[in-house]
C-alpha cells in the first residue's frame, strides 16, 4: 500500500468519526426537539384548562385575573412554539452537515478505491517490466551460448 493510499485510508477514518458525531449530534438534537414538542403540548393543554376555568368564573374580577393569566400563558405558548421551531431548524441544519459530511467522506472512499487501483496497476507494470528483464536476459544468455 502506497504512502498516498494509507494517509487517504486515515483521513477515511478521520472523517468517519467526524460524521458519527455529527450523526450523534441529530439524534440528540431530534430527541430534544421532540421534548420540547411535549412541553408545548402540554402547555396547550395548561392554556385550554385555564380558559375554561375562565369561562366558568362568575366575578369580574375573577374573569379578569383569568384573562390575564390566559395571556400569560398564551404568550409563554407563543414562546415555546417559536423555540420549538428553532429547534426543528438546528436539527434540520445538522441533518444537513452530516449528508454533507457523509459525501465528503464518499469523495475520500473513492480517493481511496482509485489510489488502490492505481498502487496495483503500478505493481503489475512492475512485475511485467520485471518478467520482461529477465526473459529479455535468459534470451541474451541463450543466444550468447549458442
Same mark, same amino acid.
Given at each position: %500500500?502506497?504512502? $498516498?493510499?494509507?494517509?487517504?485510508?486515515?483521513?477515511?477514518?478521520?472523517? !468517519?468519526?467526524?460524521?458519527?458525531?455529527?450523526?450523534?449530534?441529530?439524534? @440528540?438534537?431530534?430527541?430534544?426537539?421532540?421534548?420540547?414538542?411535549?412541553?408545548?403540548?402540554?402547555?396547550?393543554?395548561?392554556?385550554?384548562?385555564?380558559?375554561?376555568?375562565?369561562?366558568?368564573?362568575?366575578?369580574?374580577? @375573577?374573569?379578569?385575573?383569568?384573562?390575564?393569566?390566559?395571556?400569560?400563558?398564551?404568550?409563554? *405558548?407563543? /414562546?415555546?412554539?417559536? #423555540?420549538?421551531?428553532?429547534?426543528?431548524? !438546528?436539527?434540520?441544519?445538522?441533518? *444537513?452537515?452530516?449528508? +454533507?459530511? /457523509?459525501?465528503?467522506?464518499?469523495?475520500?472512499?473513492? &480517493?481511496?478505491? $482509485? &489510489?488502490?487501483? @492505481? #498502487?496495483?496497476?503500478? #505493481?503489475?507494470? +512492475?512485475?511485467?517490466?520485471?518478467?520482461? @528483464?529477465?526473459?529479455?536476459? %535468459?534470451? $541474451?544468455?541463450?543466444?550468447? #551460448?549458442?
Amino acid at each position: %500500500m502506497s504512502a $498516498r493510499t494509507a494517509r487517504a485510508k486515515r483521513l477515511l477514518t478521520v472523517e !468517519d468519526l467526524r460524521v458519527s458525531a455529527r450523526e450523534r449530534a441529530v439524534a @440528540e438534537a431530534e430527541q430534544a426537539a421532540r421534548a420540547s414538542e411535549a412541553i408545548v403540548a402540554e402547555r396547550e393543554a395548561a392554556l385550554r384548562a385555564a380558559y375554561a376555568r375562565a369561562i366558568e368564573a362568575t366575578s369580574s374580577e @375573577e374573569l379578569a385575573r383569568a384573562s390575564a393569566h390566559l395571556q400569560t400563558l398564551q404568550d409563554r *405558548l407563543t /414562546r415555546a412554539r417559536r #423555540d420549538a421551531a428553532e429547534r426543528r431548524n !438546528d436539527v434540520r441544519e445538522r441533518e *444537513l452537515a452530516a449528508v +454533507a459530511a /457523509r459525501r465528503g467522506m464518499r469523495k475520500i472512499e473513492l &480517493f481511496v478505491e $482509485r &489510489f488502490e487501483r @492505481e #498502487d496495483a496497476a503500478r #505493481d503489475r507494470r +512492475a512485475e511485467t517490466r520485471i518478467a520482461d @528483464e529477465h526473459a529479455a536476459r %535468459m534470451c $541474451r544468455e541463450e543466444s550468447g #551460448d549458442e
